[in-house]
């Protein structure tokens, strides 16, 4: 099976791949570290999917991350992110050819993704290549919004810190943002 990263995960502001983590600015595609892609969609009325953010981050700088988050928000995020139901569904999409459908359905409500405003879509790579047994996934509008409703304040804060410091908006995406509470899985 091809490790290949498919093209979704290139940046759309670069129109290539990502070659440094947006925190710490180290190369991604030196081999050494693991790193995690995130972008963020909302559907326009007229139908068109776009990019609210995007980030490639390595894991040493997600880990500083997550440590900056409540306690309570970290156990909850590892209890949706780290059981094995959701590492089951991975698996069993690698065992398939998830190239074909892999944006078709949220991982965790196995809704359609084409009836939501917003989704993420989320990889593991390293070396410029997807690791084995970890597809990438999207996650729907629901899972966003039930993430979202069971992060603390103090959480909600720094992720919106996170999103100021690192991923902007685009001044031309203002007014899609206006309301737009960050959330990074």
Request: glycine fraction near 4%; proline fraction near 5%; aromatic fraction near 10%.
């Amino acid at each position: 099976m091809s490790l290949d990263i498919p093209s979704d995960f290139n940046s759309d502001i670069e129109d290539k791949p990502f070659v440094q983590c947006k925190v710490c600015e180290s190369e991604l595609m030196d081999g050494k570290t693991p790193y995690t892609i995130e972008k963020a969609y909302k559907r326009t009325p007229e139908g068109k999917d776009v990019t609210l953010f995007e980030v490639a981050i390595c894991i040493p700088c997600a880990q500083k991350q997550s440590e900056k988050m409540s306690k309570e928000s970290r156990s909850f995020l590892e209890n949706v992110m780290g059981n094995q139901h959701f590492f089951q569904k991975r698996q069993a999409m690698w065992n398939t050819n998830w190239r074909d459908d892999w944006k078709e359905r949220c991982i965790f409500s196995d809704e359609a993704i084409n009836t939501n405003d917003e989704y993420h879509i989320v990889g593991q790579f390293q070396n410029g290549k997807i690791i084995p047994n970890l597809t990438p996934f999207v996650i729907g509008q629901g899972m966003i919004e039930h993430i979202q409703d069971n992060l603390s304040l103090e959480t909600k804060e720094e992720m919106d810190d996170f999103g100021r410091q690192f991923l902007g908006p685009d001044p031309s995406l203002k007014a899609l943002l206006e309301d737009y509470q960050f959330v990074m899985v």
